[in-house]
């Protein structure tokens, strides 16, 4: 079994990031300005807010974070300066949101919409337009790639359908010619399924959920499940079992997520980019 490590294309990623941010700074005068705006106390986001705060540092992106407790109107007029303001370059809505906020994610400037969230960026990348894509599922192609997996005509099996990954990379992988089967909880008989792949994308999050057992020894399978159980974090993949079976595998961690960090930073390089008309 081949493991398909994301540590060393997430150094690639960042070491090119850092040059072109300062080329970009010297050039323009300006640097890209990523603001994360927390509604609420949840400590998962404040704490995944605090780690892209420091990816942000290492390469030289200005970060702002501003947290609001019982004030839906004062959130909805901060996300609305946020769009205006020339010097923001990049938006980021934490979830969870509550009912009366849950319309403010399609109030993003879908221009600073890093996420890619907005119906605006997912409608263009369903067309196959230029867009900010959802950092995970570019994060997923971008392992692929990186290990030249074979894509083109290939079946491709992706387990759990929402908006940020599963949707968006099935998108992606029929953008590069794989044939896409979308699984998900009232899949009839996902190991059927599972079975009869090449690649398998696995989002569901539930950990450990899919063993050995039910993989192909000729599939590729890229894990972007991250589940904390007891204080480790675990994939949505048996990575022991997976590993005895399939001809490669994405760790956890180590893999999809350390990518996603990078894949998040270039997207908000590339915002500031669109914003000054950069190619
Ligand atoms: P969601 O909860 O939004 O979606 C989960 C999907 O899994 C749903 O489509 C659901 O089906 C499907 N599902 C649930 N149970 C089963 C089952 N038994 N069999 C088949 N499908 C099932 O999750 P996300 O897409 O947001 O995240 C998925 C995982 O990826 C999580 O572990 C999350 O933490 C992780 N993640 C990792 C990132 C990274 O950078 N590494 C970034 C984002 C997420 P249905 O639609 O029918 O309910």
């Known amino acids: 079994m081949k493991e398909l490590s994301g540590r060393k294309l997430a150094a690639e990623i960042k070491e090119s990031l850092i040059k072109e941010v300062e080329n970009l700074k010297s050039e323009t005068g300006a640097a890209p300005h990523l603001i994360v ?43 609305k300066k946020a769009n205006k303001d020339n010097k923001i370059t990049s938006i980021m809505v934490q ?30 990348l369903f067309v196959g337009l230029e867009t900010l894509n959802p950092a995970t599922a570019e994060a997923c192609m971008e392992i692929l790639d990186y290990y030249d997996i074979p894509i083109k005509g290939q079946r491709a099996v992706v387990v759990g359908r929402s908006n940020i990954v599963g949707k968006p990379v ?21 190991e059927w399924e599972l079975k009869n792949a090449d690649i398998v994308v696995a989002a569901v999050g539930r950990a450990e959920m899919i063993k050995g057992e039910m993989l192909d020894e000729d599939s590729v399978v890229i894990d972007v499940g991250t589940n904390f159980i007891d204080g480790k974090l675990l994939g949505d993949v048996d990575f022991a079992s997976a590993a005895e079976i399939v001809k490669a ?29 950069i190619k």
């Open 170 to 190: 099935s998108i992606l992988l029929q953008q590069k010619h794989a044939t896409v089967t979308m699984c998900h909880s009232r899949t009839r008989d996902l």
């Open 95 to 124: 979830q969870p949101l509550p009912a009366e906020l849950k319309d403010s994610l399609e109030m993003i400037n879908p221009q600073k919409d890093v996420e890619g969230i907005t119906s605006a960026s997912l409608g263009k």
């Open 37 to 79: 705006l927390q509604y609420g106390e949840d400590a998962a986001s404040k704490a995944y807010a605090s780690r892209i705060e420091k990816n942000c540092e290492a390469i030289g992106i200005e970060f702002e974070y501003q947290q609001l407790i019982n004030q839906p109107e004062k959130f909805k007029a901060l996300l």
């Open 249 to 277: 595998l994405t760790p956890v961690p180590g893999g999809v997520g350390t990518v996603t960090n990078q894949v998040l930073m270039r997207n908000i390089v590339k915002s500031f980019k669109n914003l000054h008309n």
